[in-house]
């Protein structure tokens, strides 16, 4: 099979007996041919076309359903149309992204459904958009109104050059970013990618990484369809709601290929807790890739030491690095081989910095994993600020370029101008060095924290304070403060916590401790923060922690902080209806801008299933061990849940 072009890889399929699997459930799902992939992408295409979409045009796919985005999605690619996927999520912060992304992209169309185009209808009347959101609604195609895939639309033969769509990434809520990727791009990516990872018509691979995400989209479609793979397709919230049921399904359908970042190794061992599951087999799992977000060597270890009964192959642990920017893959390892990681010094770790292997002091010690050379058809650099090349061993910026890496960001000169050089060189923005021709990863180039004359990653301090009792690393941000009058960066560690200051005393000591010994660093202050900034594509945004920091936006509490150090009073009995309060305002702070009533339920006010992930923690923050992420289901109001609660902490006082 040969291919330039994702129409031509849609085209060479259509004969092919292989199918995408939608898995709604343990016993629901629904099986679309490749064949029918192709017919429906052909007769969305004539309604598009009907609207008046055209070659060249952009389209904002806003759709929570993995069918329906495929759909849209390759029918914009038979007409040459460009789809613009952005995740639907459940706050306003998607939706104010929509908007600012419909701006940027001049007079897009919108496929969407009609209950997400009434929820931007409601928001754009709030921040005064009504006028951006009426052009755009009379440019939308509603997901629910494809009835007849009879009449095929005309499609376009598109060449490598052509866009084929645009993948937006991190970047400031204000200003998203979107990267700009070729046919060209993705093809040598995919073809990159096969070669090192020997994808095949015997692969069964399973996902439940979003569409909108780049190793959901292009590692878990793209190129699973190009090699004609038994694909098949979880929802997130799926995931999120009965996490066991990923590696369920997997052991059911003998998957060979699937994948995780660290948030879903940490989910999935949290629910299983000490159990084990009777008869899953996953011995047919030869790749289980590890990316998305900094892998942490100790939780791989974990997963796959807690998992070891199934049969699941130390091998299969399969640790990669790539971004948007690349078409999703710059370095895979060699797959069948044993994942592996350095001891490095984390005080050694600057631009320009030899790294110093297995440091003789253990609190000076930081496990970094190895995520392979880098992919064939693509070239990687390590450089230093001034981008001329360092030799190995020396840490510095990752700097990429081949036929699979973006041209740039879509109507973004600025932008591009900053990333991608004259020889086509493009800045990661991550921080690494080779060692025997493997690269690993030490951190992002704008997050360093700089104490004592030593450079530190904050994802490493977040590591560590993250083992405090009740925190993960979503609640905790490491950042380094230079407040007027002091002599340079402190160290400062914020932490989600909505409880009161006295029951965080514990949390804010624990954290201070454990980076102290395992760092030698001093934390000079341990923040309670309601809310921790992200930009939309879920990255924190440390900077404006930093400037709330240095604008004494936390001095209130801090001073009480320090005045209830010293008398730290005992806990009374919990009421019912105190239960319910604290409750209430655990779910209120998750779901901003919502009033929420004790007998409303969750699910009918529009709480997602990562929404309830966060309002468990928070629970399980302030009442340790006591309520299961199952049990929200089962309890769905905050009067169920605070009576469920109230009959369990008696139970536990009854027993102590």
Request: net charge negative; charged share 25%.
């Amino acid at each position: 099979m040969t291919y330039s072009t994702l129409v031509e890889i849609l085209e060479q399929n259509r004969g092919v007996d292989r199918a995408v699997t939608y898995i709604g459930g343990e016993n629901a799902e629904r099986r679309v041919s490749y064949a029918d992939l192709y017919t429906r992408a052909l007769g969305i295409l004539h309604h598009l076309q009907a609207l008046g979409a055209r070659r060249g045009d952009p389209m904002i796919l806003f759709l929570s359903d993995n069918e329906q985005f495929l759909d849209a999605f390759w029918a914009a690619v038979c007409g040459g149309i460009v789809p613009v996927p952005l995740a639907v999520g459940i706050s306003d912060e998607h939706r104010h992204k929509l908007l600012r992304v419909a701006r940027k992209l001049g007079r897009p169309f919108l496929y969407t459904d009609a209950k997400n185009l009434e929820r931007l209808k409601a928001l754009a009347a709030e921040v005064g958009e009504t006028a951006l959101y009426e052009e755009l609604k009379a440019r939308t195609f509603l997901a629910e109104s494809v009835s007849d895939v009879s009449r095929p639309g005309v499609p376009y033969r598109p060449t490598p050059d052509d866009l084929a769509f645009i993948q937006f990434s991190s970047g400031s809520t204000s200003e998203p970013k979107g990267v700009m990727l070729t046919h060209g791009n993705l093809v040598a990516n995919t073809l990159g990618a096969t070669a090192v990872d020997h994808f095949s018509d015997q692969d069964v691979s399973l996902s439940w990484m979003p569409l909108t995400h780049d190793m959901g989209l292009i590692g878990f479609f793209i190129m699973q369809f190009a090699n004609r793979v038994h694909i098949n397709l979880m929802p997130t919230d799926l995931f999120v709601r009965r996490p066991l049921l990923w590696l369920q399904a997997a052991a059911k359908k003998r998957v060979t290929i699937t994948c995780s970042p660290n948030f879903g190794y940490r989910h999935f061992l949290k629910v299983l807790g000490e159990r084990r599951l009777e008869d899953l087999d996953l011995s047919s799992i030869r790749l289980i890739y590890n990316g998305a977000e900094p892998i942490s060597v100790e939780l791989a270890n974990e997963f796959m030491g807690r998992l070891a009964y199934t049969g699941l192959k130390r091998s299969a642990m399969y640790p990669v690095y790539g971004l948007a920017e690349a078409s999703l893959a710059v370095s895979l390892p060699v797959p069948g081989a044993d994942y592996r990681w350095l001891r490095v010094d984390r005080r050694r770790l600057g631009i320009g910095a030899r790294v110093e292997h297995n440091p003789a002091q253990a609190r000076d010690a930081l496990e970094l994993m190895c995520v392979g050379p880098v992919v064939p058809n693509m070239q990687l650099a390590i450089t230093d600020d001034a981008r001329a090349p360092l030799a190995e061993g020396t840490v510095g910026h990752i700097l990429i370029r081949g036929p699979n890496v973006t041209r740039g960001y879509f109507g973004d000169p600025e932008a591009t101008a900053a990333a991608v050089d004259a020889q086509g060189w493009v800045d990661t923005g991550d921080l690494g060095f080779l060692h025997e021709g493997q690269l690993y990863i030490a951190g992002r180039a704008k997050e360093i924290i700089f104490i004592n004359g030593q450079n530190y990653y904050p994802y490493d301090l977040e590591n560590i304070a993250q083992r405090a009792p009740g925190l993960d690393l979503n609640k905790v941000v490491a950042a380094g403060v230079a407040k007027p009058g002091t002599q340079g960066e402190q160290l400062v560690v914020f932490v989600l916590h909505r409880g009161s200051l006295e029951d965080f005393l514990p949390t804010a000591t624990a954290v201070g401790r454990l980076i102290n010994e395992h760092t030698g660093l001093e934390v000079a202050e341990v923040v309670p923060v309601k809310r921790i900034p992200k930009t939309t594509s879920g990255k924190v945004q440390r900077h404006l922690l930093e400037q709330a920091h240095i604008d004494g936006e936390f001095d209130a509490e801090l001073a009480e902080l320090e005045a209830l150090r010293a008398a730290r009073g005992g806990g009374a009995a919990v009421s019912g209806s105190q239960l319910e309060a604290r409750l209430q305002g655990i779910c209120e702070a998750a779901l901003p801008g919502k009033r929420i009533q004790v007998d409303d339920n969750l699910f009918e006010i529009g709480a997602s299933s990562l929404k309830l992930i966060e309002i468990h923690e928070n629970i399980d923050r302030d009442f340790p061990g006591l309520i299961d992420l199952t049990e929200l289901f089962d309890h769905p109001t905050i009067a169920e849940l605070a009576k469920h609660l109230e009959a369990k902490l008696a139970a536990a006082a009854a027993r102590a």
